[in-house]
């Protein structure tokens, strides 16, 4: 049975219960779910974007830093006008130095019970900013 056959079934139900008919229509997505969706889709294409820069200065000689200087002096205003300074070094800690050039992968570990932090995805990092803005709210 397909989706779209149990949303008709449960429709139905609703229609029998109410003694009229219903119309049933996909949740709406929260001002929180878009913002964290918007929030990885940019830490994913920032992150792109830097591994295809250092790629074209490692692999072919070309320095496109200070063509790309500019951009990301601007991204990191917009981030100075909607996160906290820790935010934002969670932010910059995962764009820029999580990921080494050798291949090797930086964790995060609490210091009181040593337990590693995900911080894999722009998802973990979404998570993570949000319990810091929960603690600056308190």
Avoid: A
Avoid at 4 to 18: A, E, G, P, Q
Avoid at 73 to 81: A, C, F, H, P, R
Avoid at 103 to 112: F, S
Avoid at 126 to 136: A, F, M
């Amino acid at each position: 049975m397909s989706k779209n056959d149990n949303v008709d079934k449960i429709k139905s139900y609703i229609d029998d219960i109410l003694g009229t008919k219903s119309s049933l229509r996909n949740k709406l997505t929260s001002k929180k779910s878009r913002e964290k969706e918007l929030f990885c889709e940019i830490l994913q294409n920032l992150q792109f974007v830097n591994g295809r820069t250092m790629g074209m200065k490692h692999d072919y000689k070309i320095n496109m830093m200070d063509y790309d200087d500019p951009f990301y002096v601007t991204i990191e205003n917009l981030l100075k006008l909607h996160y906290t300074q820790e935010q934002q070094n969670i932010i910059n800690w995962w764009l820029y130095d999580k990921f080494l050039p050798t291949g090797e992968v930086l964790m995060l570990t609490n210091k009181e019970t040593e337990e590693v932090i995900p911080s894999e995805t722009p998802d973990d990092i979404w998570n993570l900013i949000q319990e810091h803005e929960k603690k600056d709210t308190k």
